[in-house]
């Protein structure tokens, strides 16, 4: 008997992993990108390169404060999807075909990023308040189902 953890277990348990990089002081968030059982790039939310975390020098938004899921224009931070399609796009890897896996549903913005890579699923650990993401990645095609381990 086989008693290795089936795939999308194994691969959302790295996703946590990759979300213990995050270096928001509101949501540690991980995505990975998986083609053919092979995991072709991470991401993690946080700020770009060489800029100052907010895990450092405090949240502009949270001392506004600016609820959850709201004036993302004000965050010095990506998204863990956005940093995967960086990652992915710096060393040359093509998304289209592959799956996501993410800690947390992907918001409206990186919906709309990942359907134009040509992602085929997205995968997911805990819900976020925002149904037109999910139906925008239905009307897309793309698979979008929440996935659920003791981790």
Not at 79 to 85: G, L, R
Request: net charge neutral; proline share 4%.
């Amino acid at each position: 008997m086989d008693n290795r953890l089936p795939w999308p277990e194994y691969f959302m348990r790295i996703t946590h992993q990759v979300a213990e990089r995050a270096t928001c002081t509101r949501r540690k968030v991980g995505a990975i990108a998986v083609k053919d059982k092979r995991i072709l790039a991470t991401g993690y939310n946080g700020s770009p390169s060489d800029i100052s975390h907010c895990a450092d020098i405090g949240c502009l938004r949270e001392s506004l404060g600016i609820p959850s899921g709201q004036r993302h224009e004000l965050c010095r931070g990506l998204h863990a999807e956005q940093n995967v399609i960086i990652q992915a796009a710096v060393h040359g890897i093509k998304l289209q075909g592959c799956e996501i896996y993410c800690t947390t549903q992907p918001c409206l913005i990186c919906t709309k990023m990942l359907i134009n890579t040509g992602v085929t699923a997205v995968y997911y650990a805990e819900s976020y308040p925002d149904e037109l993401s999910e139906a925008m990645f239905k009307e897309a095609g793309v698979k979008f189902e929440l996935l659920q381990f003791d981790i």
